[in-house]
Nanobody
């Protein structure tokens, strides 16, 4: 059974930092693309960042320069380092895994597995 377990969320003041982790288990993930999405109250799900098996990354415009996605293939774990946090970053953050062949769109291509989400709250 595949599981994605997120951790690292919490409450932080504006300007602060958090590091999210997502550990995947239950199968092999070679060639996969891993990603982070978020959903703020009353808003649609938003793409945050994605990382390919070879380490290539793509970040959404709203987080570019502040957030950094990384992964450890040996641990099947993806991370999201979030710096210079803003109140508008408040959301539930979800990790996702897309198995090969991955689609071309990082935000709209289907992902095969999703985590339960971790809450990030940024106070002003």
């Amino acid at each position: 059974q595949v599981q994605l377990v997120e951790s690292g969320g919490g409450l932080v003041q504006a300007g602060g930092s958090l590091r999210l982790s997502c550990a995947a288990s239950g199968r092999t993930f070679g060639g996969s693309r891993m990603a982070w999405f978020r959903r703020a109250p009353g808003k649609e799900r938003e793409f945050v960042a994605a990382i390919w098996w070879n380490g290539g990354t793509y970040h959404g415009d709203s987080v570019k320069g502040r957030f950094a996605i990384s992964r450890d293939n040996a641990k099947n774990t993806v991370y999201l380092q979030m710096n210079s946090l803003k109140p508008e970053d408040t959301a539930v953050y979800y990790c996702a895994v897309g198995l090969p062949p991955v689609g071309t769109s990082v935000s709209n291509s289907p992902y095969d597995y999703w985590g339960q989400g971790t809450q990030v709250t940024v106070s002003s």
